[in-house]
């Protein structure tokens, strides 16, 4: 198993685009999990602009569903609740959403060692760095600075 991090559409707008000719629809980030075959393991999502649910069964595809906000859609509040009190801290600092909460959990239970999570990001002099926080195994975690080359210009 592994997990993944992408976009999902909606067919809402967001508020600042909705002046524009021809707007585009908005798009927000997803955790997913995926199976040893790569299938996406389906799961119910909020948008987080309107609150319509999304049924993810695939990367980059969902089909909304017609009902808008459910209990059945984890928040960063449920998922706080199952991971340690420092990872909370760590998350709530560096502004993290859903997603990410969803990854870091992912890594504890699947006891992914050496996976991280990337908790900034800028260039600087054509090199892409920042922190990340790594998970060690055992509910341990480390957060360290990282710096690559691998910057598209």
Wanted: proline share 4%; net charge negative.
């Amino acid at each position: 198993m592994r997990g993944v991090k992408h976009l999902i559409e909606c067919r809402c707008i967001l508020p600042t685009l909705k002046n524009r000719d021809n707007p585009p629809s908005h798009k927000f980030v997803v955790f997913s999990i995926l199976d040893e075959n790569n299938d996406v393991e389906e799961k119910v999502v909020s948008c987080n602009n309107c609150d319509i649910n999304h049924l993810v069964h695939d990367i980059c595809d969902s089909k909304i569903m017609t009902a808008e906000g459910t209990v059945a859609t984890l928040t960063t509040e449920d998922i706080s609740a199952m991971l340690p009190e420092s990872v909370v801290s760590v998350l709530e600092t560096y502004e993290k959403t859903l997603p990410d909460y969803e990854h870091i959990n992912f890594m504890i239970n699947e006891n992914k060692t050496e996976d991280f999570l990337v908790l900034t990001s800028e260039i600087s002099d054509d090199k892409k760095v920042g922190k990340i926080l790594r998970y060690k195994g055992d509910n341990r975690f480390i957060i360290e600075p990282y710096s690559t080359s691998d910057v598209v210009t």
